[in-house]
Structure formats: structure tokens, C-alpha cells
């Protein structure tokens, strides 16, 4: 392998290299190419180090891997390296498209491909490879337009120098490059002699206006094969030899094995082995490998498991809910000040305690890796969302070091935040279950899978949360002072999160977004609640209830007022806010609200929050039919600055509005009694279905600025512009996830 | 060993009766377009034909399938109806994660084989036993108009 360095320094080569927000996340940058692959072509590199946002302490030294992030080939395909997990968010189809504008590619001749775990591969800003906080195109905006760039300049040097004429004489064009005198070579044709090239110290990125492919409705590349079964995740994963394994995990968090008799589960045809294994938070658990999952699943059922669960908080939902409320009615840590003295002798008062229940991700592919563990080797199949952790984690677990990990990324169905997990639970679980098997002197890959009842009952939830407010209203109805107060479990605290994103005490995810956008005296604490379940990131994390409260007590606060709760927000919202205004201004247009009546018996409800750095805002027309809140239309504006794929964004809002009125549905809630969580599988845990769905119109704020996030923030305002129309018509205001109209 | 008829081949597997189709099709064929998704015939994802009618897979043993035709989602493209369901599919851009998909596909082209031109609540009972985590059911309900048009 030859490996050229070009190292730009810092701010980058060109002056085009600042990240969108500026925020100066890299210190050193540069490219490399590599000629290592079989049939030749040009292979662009990419590599990034330092000035690690959230660099984890076992990450402080910087490493320099580099890894090919382009690869045109002499048959013209061109395949890009995914730097992100591919679950349904279209990052496949998106990096791909940034690469593809600037190089001038065939875009029909365009594949991704997901990247393993690698330095070159880690989010620019956070410092790790991660798919998360909606940051994928919003990171990699400008790294994937450089590389395409860079690429293309290669490209046009090698046919400037084969028909000798200047560089600027020369145009490309879908894969082809033109010559002055009618010549003409496709990409393919001058791949090699491309890679002879030196790579550009600088490179002019296009003008916005000649993009041809950016901001343009693309069909996803990997829509076919997702049509066609011919999509394999990481649950198709089949080796020679290969074994299935299942877990008996602990009834209780953290719980253990006193005894067990597997007698019953090894008579089953086609079992291998039984045997004990650590299993998360200091439990144990017992596993069976077989030669396929249905035996594996049988034999699991056939085990008499005695458990230990003395000295395990043993949680249940009601004492833990009114201890969070008894809580709440007392003043925590303060995260947020401001005079709220005015709130005493307020003439008008709204007084809110809200109820938010823990929650399953239950994406449809349910957990599962393959591990193949060797003396001085680990290769791990998975559809991970956090792959430097979790390489870290099973080099850790595996007694191995990291660059003896191979963590290959799979195409994952769905994740929602829990394929990134700080303890790399079910990763560090399955090394562990390689390592029990291979001490019984048996090798080669294990398939570990997790059933739909281990999946909704197997932890790391969104946090459930009680708020209060008390608001002061004078008598026009203005807002004077805002007490408020959140009890929950921090998800960071203890992670290696730890450090950047709590600060005194109060974990930045479980506040984000109260007391935002207006302009209120609000002030917040906290309480940090204990408790044995383990908790995480939900797709829009801390939003999924701040955006709950804030919009449904701005929305009460506007009826106590006697006004027109759109108007009431746009007042709070000034002149500060423009993003909220489009999106606010847009959806309320589109929708009729304020000029057309709803239908007997319907009515409008509003929100509008911002999340990751989008701003969405949703007027929806609810009802109630024979006691049931129904959800007809939802009208979405979407602020997410230059939108790169619209017809992604379009496809992630109305991904969220679904996902989010699944939460208002009955039966939406993780449950504990006695220590063990009270639902099963789907007839337990409510998701939303075809019939319970909407409606959806999504129209997008047009906007030139550096693209934001959009795999979460369709979720945040819908729960409560739906709870909003619900409280016009009942004149009851709901503050209790999932609704319940009794 | 037990013989079974799959995409109108005879295959014999060896495997227990019991055994559900889903897992033959998956860990003895390696046909892994079905998928798991709950394993009590609560999700869909692992809907395949059994004589032409919808069937969930994970809650049907191979034992119940002996002399009957199973069709699954590796035989939609060569099927009229499944091709112009898995064509609208991709007009409309339906996957995201794409998990579901093959269910979807499945149960959508077993409802325009008895019902060429389904109305909203017919797809909705027909639809609805199929979940999506990612919530595309606007543009599946969509696709399978389109699909139905294409059809006619």
C-alpha cells in the first residue's frame, strides 16, 4: 500500500474547510490516497484527529488511521464509504449525493457502502464514530464535498496532462470529462492516471447555484433492495459453521444466577451447549448455542433458572412515580435562574405536574452481532450506532487491543439510539459469550440474537420523568415568572459523556429545550433520581418530553390568556427567532388554521420546538371518536436549514410524526413491578400501525445556510400539538404520557 | 426430513416439524428476505404467502405447510402483482430502514390478488397487522394505489 500525506494544517486548505457552526472542531486535517485496491481506480482518503469534542478518556492520544473514502473505479463506479450507520435515516443515499456534486459524477453509476470502525471514520465534531444528535450530514457537509472536490481536480489534472491543455479548459460532466478540441474520457478511463496526481492543496467547492444534485428530491439507493428482500442486515449474517446463541437474561437489572438445571434444554435436537455468562450491570445469565435460533429459543424456555436478586432494587412504577412527583414539589439543583418573584402575587396562576413513562426503542431488527473471537483476534458484525465505543468495548472485554477489533458495520433496521450505548451492552454481553464458548474448547462465529420480549425488556429505556411548573400570568395574560422543576434519571452520568455534557449536577440532555424559545422568566432545577433501569438516548432524547411541557403550557398559557395561541407564541418569540417564525408562519398557512373551520367536531393543535438545530412546527386536526383521540392531518413546516435530499427530510418528518403519536397511544409505556418490566412484546407495548396514522403534508423552509439535523427533530412538537387540539375540544389538558381521556 | 414446496420448488429440509417457517427459511435455506420481527405474529415482518394468502411465518410450523405452496418475498419479482408492488415501492421511495419491507411487500400483494382496487380502509385492515417502526405508512398506502392503478 502507498500512502501519500497531505496535511493542510489547521482551518483547513482552502477556507472552505470550517465545519458548519464553526465551532473549530478540527485542529489538523488532511487527505491521502491508497493504492490498494485490486483493478486499480482512484482511492481518496480522509483523516481527522484532534480537538475531539467528546474524546473519551481512553482516547486522549490521537491516532492516525487512515481509511479510503472514495473509490472510482476503471468500470466508472464510483462507491463512497459511509461514515455512518444506515438505519433508515438515508445517510447512504446522502453522503454519497455530497460527494457526487462536487466530482460531477454519474450519479446512476453512485454506491455506499458502510464504513467499519476507523479513525478516518470518526463525526468530525464529536471526535468518535457515532450516528447520532442528528449530526451526520450536518458534520460531514463539507468532508464529503471536499473529498468529491479534490477527486475531481485529480481527474482533470490527468486529462489536462494526457491531452495537454490547461486544467480550466477542461469541463466534467455526469462522469465524463470534455476537453477543449472534443475529447473525452469517462471517469473510469482516467482513474489511474488520476491517482498519479498529486492531491490539490486547494480546491474551490461550487457555487451553491450550479448544484445539480444537492437539494434536489433523490430516490434513496438502497430503496430496491429494501423492496426486494435483497437488503441484508445484520441479523442475515450467515458463516460457515457459525452457531445461534440466546440469552437467559436476569428478571431483574443486575440480578444473578443461583443455580440452574439445563438438563430439559441440552435433550433438544440441536443444541450445543448451555453455560453461564456475565450479562450487564454485574448480572449473570444463562446461555444456549445451537445450531440454528428456533432450538436455541426452545431450549432457553426449557431451563430452570433460580435467581439471586437479593441487594437489586426491585422497581415499581407507582411508588417510583410518586416518589418523582413528591420530589418535584421540592426545589433540586438549580440549572437554570431568573427573578420569578412576581409569581406569588400573580393574578392568574397555571399550576402542571406531567407524567412521561420509560420507553422502548423496539426497532423492528431486533439486537443481534455475530463474534468471531480468535487468541489474537475479534471480528464482530453489528448494526452499531457507536462504533468507537463499542470497538473499545470488545477489545476491552475480549482482553484484546483495539487494532485486533474488527467491527464491521451492518445495515441495521431501525435503532432509534439504542445500537449507541455507552456500556455497549449486548456487545460487550456477546464477546463475553464468545469467550465462555471458546473456554469450552469450541471456536468459530456465534450468531448472538435477542428476541422481541428481550428487546422490550432488556433496559437502557428513555428515562421516565415527572415535571412542575408553575407559571405566573399577569392579568393581559404576559408570563411574569416560571418555576419549574424535573425529576428523572440522567442518562450521561457515569458514561464518558460524563464530563462535557453534565455539568454541576445537571445532565444537558434531560433539560434541553425548557424554558426555550421564549422570552419568560424561567427557572429550573433538577433532580437526579436513582433507580436499577438502565436508560438512554430515545430519538430526540430530551425533547421527547421538554417539547411536551414547554408547548403545551405555552399553548394553556395562551387560553388563560384569552388569546390565539399561535399569535400568543409568536409574541414570546420576538424578533430572536426567525427559524421559528418561518416554520410557525408556514405550517399555519398551509394548513388552513385561522381561516378555514376544521370539520364538526375537529380542531386545530399547535407546536413548534427546536431540536439538534432544526426547527419544526406542526398544526394537526384531531377529534374524538367514541372516546378515543383520533389524529387526522398533520401539517409540518421543517427548518433544517439547506435541505441536502428534501425528499429524505419529507421521509424523516413523517417518520417521527408516526413514531411520536405511537407515544400517545394507550399502552405506550415500559412498566415495572416488583423489578421486572411489565410488557412482553408488540400486544403489550403500543407502537402506531397504518390505522392509527395521519394524514402528513411537510413543506420545507427554503434556506441557503449550512444543512442542520433531521433524524430527530420531526419528533418533538407532534405529542404535543395533538395533546393541544385534544384540550380545545375536552377543555381538559392532558399532561400524561400516553393520553388517557378518563 | 420434510419436503416443502417453496417459490414452486420442492425443497427438503431437516428439521423438526414444529419448526416454524420463518426459521427454516432463515437458519436451513438461508432465504433470509423474511424477516423476524416478534415472533407472535404481532409485526408482520415475517408475513410470506401460503397458498397465496397471507400467513405469519413465525407462528406457523413447516408442519402445517407439507403439500402446500409457500411463497415468500424472494419470488415477488418474478410474480405480476408482487413486481408492481415492489416498482410502486421504489416510486414512492417507501423503505427506510427497510426491516419491515418484505412484509409489507407481502401482505400489500396478497391484498391486490383478491382486492384489485382497495380503498383506504381496506388497506388499513388489510395493512395494519404490519408494523413500521419508521412510520412509512403514508407512502406505503400510497404505493399500493400506485400499484393497483399499474395493475388495472
Redesign the interface.
Known sequence: MRIEWMNAGAGGPDGTAQLNGGSGGISRRGFLKAAAVAGGGLVLGFYVSGGNRFALAQQAKAVYAPNAFLHIGSDDSVTVMVNRLE????IQTALPMLIAEELDADWSKVKGELAPAGDAYKDPLFGIQITGGSGSVAHSFMQYREIGARARAMLVAAAAAQWNVAPDQIKVAKGVIYGPAGQQARFGALADAAMGQPIPEKVTLKDPRDFTLIGKPT??L????????????G??N?FPGMK?AVVARPPVFGAKVAKFDAAKAKAI?GVIDVFEIPTDRGGSGVAVVA????PA?QAREALAIDWHTDGREKVASDSQFAAYKKLAGQPGTVAKDADISKLASAPKKITAVYEFPYLAH?????LNCVVDLKADSCTVWAGSQFQTVDQAAIARTAGLKVEQVTLNTM??????GRRAVPTSDYLVEAVNLAKAWNATGKAGPLKVMW???DDIQGGYYRPAHVHRAEIGLDAKGKIVAWNHTVVGQSILTGTPFEAMMVKNGVDSTMIEGLGEPYDVPFRLSVHNAQANVPVLWWRSVGSTHTAFVMETLIDEAAHVAGQDPVAYRKDLLGKDHPRHLAVLDLAVEKSGYGTKKPPKGHAFGVAVHESFNTVVAYVVEASIEKGKPVLHHVTGAVHCNRAVNP?TVE?QA??????ALGTTLPGAAITFKDGKVQQQ???QYT?????D?P??AIHIVPSEDAPTGMGEPGLPPLAPAFANALAKLTGKRLRKLPFDLA | MVTLNINGHDTEVDADPTTPILWTLRDNLNMTGTKFGCGMALCGACTVHLNGQAIRSCITPISAAVGQKITTIEAMETDGIGKAVQDAWVKHDVPQCGYCQSGQVMSATALLATNKNPSDADIDAAMSGNICRCGTYQRIKAAIKDASKALA
Not at chain 1, 687 to 691: K, N
Open positions: 438505519f433508515g435515516q438515508g430516490p434513496r438502497d430503496a430496491r433492495a429494501k423492496s426486494t428482500g435483497k437488503q441484508r442486515f441479523i442475515d450467515h445461534v435436537k445450531e440454528g435460533y428456533w429459543k423496539a426497532p423492528m431488527e431486533p445495515m441495521a433496521g431501525g435503532g432509534f428476541s422481541r420480549e425528499m421521509a413523517q417518520g417521527a410524526i408516526v413514531m412484546n408488540f400486544h407502537v402506531a400501525r397504518m390505522s396514522a394524514v402528513i
